[in-house]
Each structure stands twice: as structure tokens, then as C-alpha cells.
């Protein structure tokens, strides 16, 4: 799998960006708030599920518009395709998320699930951990539903199955006939739920190994991770999951809910035979994720026959000297990533990836406070309007808005400000400004 272009139009804090990522590693970096998390969510959303930062459709787009547009151009099996994501506001036309795959209208983005494939990693995915087992289940279905076209269908039956019994338990003296509507809804889901249990453990026994490798690897073998799944009963049994629901009908009656199911389920995630939620240092829950998300990626290729794209979002902000030799290898070699803040690698990937683009967003280098003097005591020495600079490279690099400057090398830069020379050939003071940010990134970088 391979992004080879995303254009983004009024998507979050973006009003026009486009994004040419290179065959296998690419590098976000910048200050806060340029956008460098949107970016990798815009990739994300390729995939046809919803943002993994939990927002909600209408807050991914730009403030003030009515739609956001994502078009991308990629490579899976071979092929090139390209995919049209529209993001529309309430009371708009087409509100919600749509989308068009190779030119054909798809209708809703889940439509396209499994067609682009990727894997995220971000820092709030420590709730895969620490958190309540909602998401872990979520990790679980949304890896299977990229793997398995038919497993959306059978979990989006079976949770409306158990809405459906929700509300017959909440007023089950009311309707006439409660007991037969009630054993027709637990036939339904024993059908449904024993596809979700059988495709869960079925992944489950792919991905723990790979997971535990990895976690060893990043650990240098100190430490040891497991993961196991805590079903309600046999996952490949009908009959054990429609025994389990006979077990517990006087207590749901009571209840007035469903208490049994895939919907209810969890994984225990043990880091030197302890639970990880409770005595897992921060460190260790970061790196048993991670583990968890390099080996979703692991899987994803062996069952499809390619990599995923990886989005991996602030992955080395702690402990970065002690992991970034065991994930070099990973990242570099094994699959096309996307990532942020390596700020501090440039000498690493220099060396161990030259071929990786890195992409600094807004204020790394032409907002940066240094740069902006710089431009300030030129602006006042020569009487040149600040923000010219600032419109050319602007025009030059990307569409207006983006705000970044893509650095393969020190000559990239250099000729970005032979244009601004160029463009300016009457005012000797450019070429002055050209030097002296020259010599500041040239600093920065060497």
C-alpha cells in the first residue's frame, strides 16, 4: 500500500494543502498547532473509518465552510486508484462523510473499508491500556474491519440486534409476546455474535505473538507482553454463546440490558504477567501500544499481501534514545510511514534513510522566530514589505495555505530563495535576506 498524493481543501486548520509523501518515509515536523496530527488524520480517513482522535464529523471541517474535501492518489495490489472523501455540514446537501472510489459514487466512507489500508498510532492510544474495555474492543474491530469486508456487516447486525433487545428488556411487561421476541433477538445474536468472536480470536492468535516479539525487541528482552482474549464463553461455539444468554436471562430481565456478548468482552494486556492497567509504568503502556500497532501492521500484511501505510503521531517523544535503534528497521524498511516531531533525528535519517522526505510545517523555518528577525531587521534596513518573502515560497512550494517548505537538502532551500531573488530583481536588500536565512538554516541543519 503506498499514498503517492493527498490534497486536502478546507479540512480542519488547512484551507489548501497537498501532500507528496515518499515511497517509504516521511517526516512531519513543526510547532504546535501547523497541523501535523490533521495531516496524518486526513490519511486516516482514507480508510473509510472515523477519525481515531474521536472527532466528530463536523468539527473536521474548516471553520466557516460547509464541506472539507480530501482526494488522494494511491497504490494497492498493484493497481492505482484514487478516492474523493467529502466531509459535509449539517444542512448541506450531502452532510456526513461520502465518497467516491476511482470516480463511482460510494455513498457513506464505511462503504470503502478494507480498499486503503492504514494503521495510526497516537498518543492518546495509551486508553488501549489504561482504558476501559470500549477500546479495546474498538482496536479490535476497527484492524477487522480493513482485513474482512464481511466483518463490519456482521458487527453492524449484531449491535443493532442488541439495541433492539436493550429496548424489549427496558419495557418487557409492556408488548404481548415478550418471550418469543426475545428468543428471536438471542437467536440473532448467537448468529451474528459467533462471526465477531470467531474473527476476534482468530486475529488475536496472529497478533500476540507479533505483539510480544515487538514489545521484547523494545524492551531488549527485559520484559515480557501478553495479550489475552476474555470471551464470555467458546468463540467458536454457537452452542456455548446461546447457553450463556439462556444463563443470564433472569438477571438482564432484571437488569433491563444485555449482559452477555462480544459486546461486553475485553482483552488483558499483561506486561511481565501483571496487569498493565494497574502497574504499568507510563512508559510501558506506550511501548506495549506501540508493540500493538506495529503488529496490527504485521498481520495486515501477511493477511492482504502488502503493508498498510503507518501513521505514527509524536511515537519517540520519551525514551527516544533507547527505542530508536530496536524501531529503526521497522520504520525505515518494513513500510511506508508517516510520522512527526523527529526533530531530533535529522542526523539519523540522514544516515540510516536517505531516501526519506521531511516535511517542516509552518514555523519550523519561516515562522521561526530567528527567521522572523532576521526578515523584521531587513524589512527595516532596506524598506521591503515583510510578507513578500513569505508569498513566493509560498506560491512556489505548495498551495496557498499549507505553510510548509519540503526539505530533501540544503539546496532545496537555497534555490527557494533564488526565486525569491528572481522575483525581486530590482531590490538588491533580497538577496541580502536570502543570505542571511541561508546561513541561520544552514546552522540548524549541520
Known amino acids: 500500500m503506498r499514498l503517492n498524493r493527498l490534497a486536502v481543501t478546507d479540512y480542519r486548520n488547512l484551507s489548501a494543502a497537498v501532500l507528496e509523501p515518499a515511497p517509504q518515509l516521511t517526516v512531519l515536523c513543526g510547532a504546535n498547532g501547523q497541523g501535523k496530527t490533521n495531516l496524518l488524520e486526513a490519511v486516516w480517513l482514507l480508510t473509510g473509518g472515523k477519525s481515531f482522535r474521536g472527532a466528530?464529523?463536523?468539527?473536521?471541517?474548516?471553520?466557516?465552510?460547509?464541506?472539507?474535501?480530501?482526494?488522494?492518489?494511491?497504490?494497492?495490489?498493484?493497481?492505482?486508484?484514487?478516492?474523493?472523501?467529502?466531509?459535509?455540514?449539517?444542512?448541506?446537501?450531502?452532510?456526513?462523510?461520502?465518497?467516491?472510489?476511482?470516480?463511482?459514487?460510494?455513498?457513506?466512507?464505511?462503504?470503502?473499508?478494507?480498499?486503503?489500508?492504514?494503521?495510526?498510532?497516537?498518543?492518546?492510544?495509551?486508553?488501549?491500556?489504561?482504558?476501559?474495555?470500549?477500546?479495546?474492543?474498538?482496536?479490535?474491530?476497527?484492524?477487522?474491519?480493513?482485513?474482512?469486508?464481511?466483518?463490519?456487516?456482521?458487527?453492524?447486525?449484531?449491535?443493532?440486534?442488541?439495541?433492539?433487545?436493550?429496548?424489549?428488556?427496558?419495557?418487557?411487561?409492556?408488548?404481548?409476546?415478550?418471550?418469543?421476541?426475545?428468543e428471536t433477538y438471542n437467536e440473532a445474536l448467537v448468529t451474528y455474535g459467533c462471526e465477531v468472536m470467531r474473527r476476534r480470536a482468530g486475529y488475536l492468535d496472529q497478533l500476540a505473538p507479533a505483539a510480544a516479539a515487538n514489545y521484547r525487541d523494545i524492551s531488549s528482552g527485559a520484559e515480557k507482553l501478553e495479550i489475552q482474549y476474555c470471551p464470555c464463553c467458546d468463540p467458536g461455539s454457537p452452542e456455548a454463546l446461546a447457553a450463556k444468554l439462556r444463563e443470564v436471562k433472569n438477571t438482564e430481565l432484571r437488569a433491563g440490558f444485555c449482559?452477555?456478548?462480544?459486546?461486553?468482552?475485553?482483552?488483558?494486556?499483561?506486561?511481565?504477567?501483571?496487569?498493565?492497567?494497574?502497574?504499568?509504568?507510563?512508559?510501558?503502556?506506550?511501548?506495549?501500544?506501540?508493540?500493538?500497532?506495529?503488529?496490527?501492521?504485521?498481520?495486515?500484511?501477511?493477511?492482504?499481501?502488502?503493508?498498510?501505510?503507518?501513521?505514527?503521531?509524536?511515537?519517540?517523544?520519551?525514551?527516544?534514545?533507547?527505542?530508536?535503534?530496536?524501531?529503526?528497521?521497522?520504520?525505515?524498511?518494513?513500510?511506508?510511514?508517516?510520522?512527526?516531531?523527529?526533530?531530533?533525528?535529522?542526523?539519523?535519517?540522514?544516515?540510516?534513510?536517505?531516501?526519506?522526505?521531511?516535511?517542516?510545517?509552518?514555523?519550523?523555518?519561516?515562522n521561526n522566530d530567528e527567521v522572523q528577525s532576521i526578515k523584521q531587521q531587513a524589512a527595516a534596513e532596506y524598506g521591503i514589505p515583510f510578507i513578500n518573502l513569505d508569498d513566493v515560497r509560498t506560491g512556489a512550494q505548495y498551495q496557498a495555505g499549507m505553510g510548509t517548505q519540503v526539505l530533501g537538502d540544503d539546496g532545496e532551500l537555497h534555490a527557494i530563495n533564488n526565486e525569491v531573488v528572481a522575483a525581486h530583481p530590482n531590490n538588491s536588500g533580497m538577496q541580502v535576506i536570502a543570505d542571511r536565512i541561508d546561513q541561520t538554516v544552514d546552522t540548524w541543519l549541520n
Not at 477500546?135 to 469486508?149: K, N
Request: contains cysteine.
Open 56 to 182: 466528530k464529523d463536523a468539527e473536521l471541517i474548516r471553520r466557516g465552510a460547509d464541506f472539507a474535501v480530501l482526494e488522494a492518489a494511491f497504490e494497492a495490489g498493484d493497481r492505482s486508484q484514487e478516492i474523493r472523501l467529502t466531509v459535509g455540514a449539517k444542512g448541506t446537501q450531502r452532510p456526513g462523510r461520502t465518497v467516491r472510489l476511482n470516480g463511482a459514487d460510494r455513498g457513506r466512507a464505511a462503504s470503502i473499508a478494507g480498499t486503503f489500508t492504514a494503521v495510526a498510532f497516537d498518543p492518546n492510544h495509551l486508553s488501549l491500556v489504561k482504558g476501559g474495555p470500549e477500546g479495546r474492543r474498538h482496536f479490535l474491530d476497527a484492524a477487522l474491519c480493513q482485513l474482512y469486508p464481511g466483518y463490519l456487516a456482521a458487527e453492524r447486525r449484531y449491535l443493532r440486534v442488541v439495541a433492539q433487545k436493550n429496548a424489549l428488556l427496558k419495557a418487557y411487561d409492556i408488548p404481548p409476546g415478550g418471550d418469543v421476541l426475545l
Open 259 to 366: 449482559l452477555t456478548g462480544p459486546h461486553r468482552e475485553d482483552l488483558e494486556i499483561l506486561i511481565d504477567g501483571q496487569p498493565g492497567k494497574i502497574y504499568g509504568s507510563q512508559g510501558q503502556q506506550r511501548s506495549a501500544v506501540l508493540s500493538m500497532k506495529l503488529a496490527e501492521a504485521s498481520v495486515a500484511g501477511e493477511v492482504l499481501g502488502e503493508h498498510p501505510v503507518m501513521l505514527l503521531d509524536d511515537v519517540l517523544s520519551e525514551d527516544l534514545d533507547l527505542i530508536t535503534v530496536q524501531l529503526g528497521e521497522n520504520i525505515t524498511k518494513d513500510t511506508p510511514v508517516t510520522v512527526k516531531d523527529y526533530t531530533n533525528l535529522i542526523d539519523y535519517l540522514k544516515k540510516e534513510a536517505p531516501d526519506a522526505k521531511i516535511i517542516f510545517l509552518g514555523q519550523i523555518l519561516w
